[in-house]
């Protein structure tokens, strides 16, 4: 029995999971960053939205005009 070759196995799996769990640590990371971002730039576009005295942001997207509602009478 190679006792030297089942050590190199069990430091190969557990850094591995070394690597797994550094790897997942540095993607939560990230998210929490990239949420704190975003959250940044919701609060700065209310903050501009308050300021100009529109509470109700409204999108539009270009080029795609708003709904006509069409009134029908009931001939006859």
């Known amino acids: 029995m190679d006792l030297g070759a089942t ?16 790897s997942l640590l540095i993607k939560l990371i990230s998210l ?5 971002a975003l959250r940044a730039i919701i609060c700065s576009k209310s903050a501009i939205s308050l300021q100009l005295g529109s509470a109700d ?7 795609v005009a708003p709904p006509t509602i069409l009134f029908l009478r009931k001939l006859g």
């Open 7 to 22: 050590y190199d196995d069990h430091l190969r799996l557990i850094g591995k999971h070394v690597v797994d769990f550094l």
């Open 32 to 36: 929490g960053v990239m949420a704190e």
């Open 57 to 63: 942001i409204k999108f539009q997207v270009e080029g």
